[in-house]
């Protein structure tokens, strides 16, 4: 049986899809799953004596199950921190969804999850003739979108799922990572991103930096991803 996978999508960068896929990989560990993280793109990788190396990256092959090669948890490790089309053509890369395709399929041979995350926002250019939102389509899978609560959040996570749904990919939920801790009616925010996000809530990702705490909070999200597909895809 093939590894069941979530796509962990975001609203910006910088609004926690690392922190979050990293609680989702250990809550859905706390299941008994084996559980491995995938990041098919990632801009802004540092040399290393191993060579390109990207810090979202090994922070999902090192929250994974088992050990995994970091060339199959991110076959793509781009150099500049620009967005992916231009960091893949300032190396002469051109990225295959053919061949993220053959990486998530060998990380799912050795697990029971793949989670995998996205690169920034969703309409993000993986070249001249590739959207992100392929990479979903073609592995087939549903999406969490992490909403970074900060000004502005309602727009970008509407504008979001909106995106999602134009692309043909099932939205699962949305879960709220607390990127401004000093936000202003956090909890109006909270409740207005309730009433118009057509998805549930999943969960608030408190401030700091507490892996427990994070994965007990969007503990919905494991609970939602491991029911079964035919609820799931309702």
């Given at each position: 049986?093939?590894?069941?996978?979530?796509?962990?999508?975001?609203?910006?960068?910088?609004?926690?899809?690392?922190?979050?896929?990293?609680?989702?990989?250990?809550?859905?560990?706390a299941t008994g799953a084996r559980v491995l993280g995938f990041k098919p793109v990632a801009s802004g990788c540092l040399p290393s004596p191993q060579g390109l190396r990207n810090e979202d990256a090994l922070a999902l092959q090192a929250a994974?199950?088992?050990?995994?090669?970091?060339a199959s948890i991110n076959p793509y490790a781009l150099r500049d921190p620009v967005a992916p089309h231009l960091a893949a053509a300032a190396m002469g890369v051109q990225i295959d969804i053919g061949h993220i395709a053959q990486s998530y399929a060998e990380l799912g041979r050795a697990a029971d999850w793949v989670v995998v995350e996205a690169a920034g926002g969703w309409r993000v250019p993986l070249s001249d003739s590739l959207m992100q939102d392929a990479i979903p389509r073609r592995l087939e899978l549903p999406v969490v979108l992490i909403v970074g609560l900060r000004l502005g959040c309602i727009n970008h996570?509407?504008?979001?799922?909106?995106?999602?749904?134009?692309?043909?990919?099932?939205?699962?939920?949305?879960?709220?990572?607390?990127?401004?801790?000093?936000?202003?009616?956090?909890?109006?925010?909270?409740?207005?991103?309730?009433?118009?996000l057509p998805v549930p809530l999943l969960g608030i990702v408190p401030h700091g930096r507490d892996i427990e705490t994070d994965a007990q909070a969007i503990a919905a999200a494991a609970a939602l991803c491991i029911a079964p597909r035919d609820l799931r895809n309702a």
């Open positions: 049986m093939s590894a069941r996978g979530v796509f962990i999508a975001g609203t910006d960068t910088g609004v926690g899809k690392t922190r979050c896929s990293v609680a989702l990989i250990h809550a859905l560990r994974g199950t088992d050990p995994a090669a970091y996570a509407l504008l979001s799922a909106t995106a999602i749904a134009a692309d043909g990919c099932p939205l699962l939920g949305w879960i709220g990572n607390l990127v401004d801790p000093h936000m202003a009616q956090l909890g109006a925010n909270i409740e207005t991103l309730r009433r118009l």
